[in-house]
């Protein structure tokens, strides 16, 4: 079976533009969640999607937003880029809510210039 | 709030020798731990998880974690190094209102970088 997949697995975007980022959850997962990673730190908690409805969000700007469509796959979406928003971009999946299998994607590394 | 506190950001050992990475977390509520290993340019890889069942969690690679509520500790230990554990290791705990329908939640730590000396 494959993991979770993340594409593209590098980006290299300019200042003001918007990039979309894909994932596809293991199958039979119907949670996503994105994570930021900047470089030195720990991810921090971005959304989360489950059946296809927004279940949480983290502490990130309106410019940042997501969707899950109906094969439970899912896009995050960046406005007005910032040379802050340089990081990799982790999608994690799992089954349901309350199941603590999260799986992690390999991630997006994002380079804002 | 929950937080999560690695108390070293380095730790240096000999190939062979036990290992130690030091984690304190705080919760309000029964939280749920985990320990994840991020290997470069890879994605993050579940060592072990502790859900309120034994204390002395056991994962893979030979890796094993303990819960001390007293302490608010959840150390992550190895008897034996190998130079494939060189890696970036993070501490987790889970927010107790994912149960049911709430947020994900997951707070990491800043991470550990385990270095292996040969």
């Known amino acids: 079976d494959a993991g979770v997949t993340q594409s593209p697995t590098h980006l290299i975007k300019t200042r003001g533009q918007q990039v979309t980022l894909r994932c596809s959850p293991i199958?039979?997962?119907?949670?996503v969640s994105w994570y930021q990673q900047v470089l030195g730190q720990g991810p921090q908690f971005i959304f989360q999607?489950?059946?296809?409805?927004?279940?949480g969000r983290g502490n990130f700007p309106d410019r940042f937003s997501a969707r899950q469509f109906p094969n439970y796959s899912s896009e995050l979406n960046v406005n007005a880029l910032l040379l802050g928003d340089s990081a990799l971009y982790l999608c994690?999946?799992?089954?349901?809510?309350?199941?603590?299998?999260?799986?992690f994607g390999s991630g997006t590394r994002l380079t804002v210039v | 709030a929950q937080s999560v506190t690695q108390l070293d950001s380095h730790v240096s050992v000999s190939e062979g020798t036990p290992v130690l990475l030091r984690c304190n977390y705080s919760?309000?509520?029964?939280?749920?731990l985990f320990w994840y290993v991020q290997h470069p340019n890879k994605g993050l890889q579940l060592l072990l998880k502790y859900t309120s069942a034994a204390t002395l969690v056991k994962g893979i690679n030979g890796f094993e974690a303990e819960f001390k509520k007293s302490e608010t500790s959840f150390h992550l230990t190895k008897p034996s190094a190998h130079m494939s554990d060189a890696a970036e290791y993070f501490c987790?705990?889970?927010?107790?209102?994912?149960?049911?329908?709430?947020?994900?939640?997951?707070?990491f730590g800043k991470g550990t970088h385990l270095i292996i000396q040969p």
């Open positions: 999607y489950y059946e296809k409805e927004e279940r």
């Open positions: 994690a999946s799992r089954y349901r809510q309350g199941d603590y299998g999260y799986t």
């Open positions: 199958s039979g997962h119907k949670s």
């Open positions: 987790v705990v889970s927010d107790p209102k994912d149960s049911g329908g709430g947020a994900d939640g997951l707070t």
């Open positions: 919760s309000s509520y029964s939280p749920s």
